[in-house]
């Protein structure tokens, strides 16, 4: 947890930019019946059936200090496909980056193993090299501030019936191009200080 925060009191710097990375599965929804149109002072009306059409995998990749974000929509949530996201953050997002710090959880499909499985072994030694690896703990994926992003994007753009993967990427395009037209840079206020307070009681206790 600490070392995670200390990341987060670092300057911005472009050429050792600060990434956090994050993904969620989102449902797929169809309409059994054509929804009523719009009537004057009146809202469309959905019936209450619905179709389940699978789920798709959102990728969420944020630059809090720069107010950037990307999210890569995808079929499956697998290490080839989170090895693919660091090859695009690597060789697409940041081509000019001397070095890319990654804050990320610790799922077992985001290692630096992982890359390996996808790559020849020194496509996959290119990419380690590139990043500065941070992990959140167990139970602290709170601390990744990509799930603040992916918690906006839930609100503001999951949170309805859509049908499929491409009106998924469709509708995510579009929430992402307007939230980084916005530059909504994360202001994050959580320190050490206030970890070593707030959470005392997952620290151990020392006799004196």
Known sequence: MEDVLSVYTRPYDPRVPQVCLDETSTQLLRDVRDPLPLALAQSVRVDTEYARGGVVNCCMVCEPLAGRRWVTVTERRTKRDWAHQIKTLVDEHYP????IVLVQDNLNTHTPAALYE???PEEAKRLTDKIEWHFTPKHGSWLNMAE???SALGRQCLDRRLPDAATVASEVAAWVARRNSASAAIDWRFTTDDARIKL???YP????
């Open 96 to 99: 000019e980056a001397e070095r």
């Open 148 to 150: 603040i992003e992916l």
């Open 205 to 208: 206790s020392l006799q004196t």
């Open 118 to 120: 996808a790559f020849a």
């Open 200 to 202: 005392k009681r997952l």
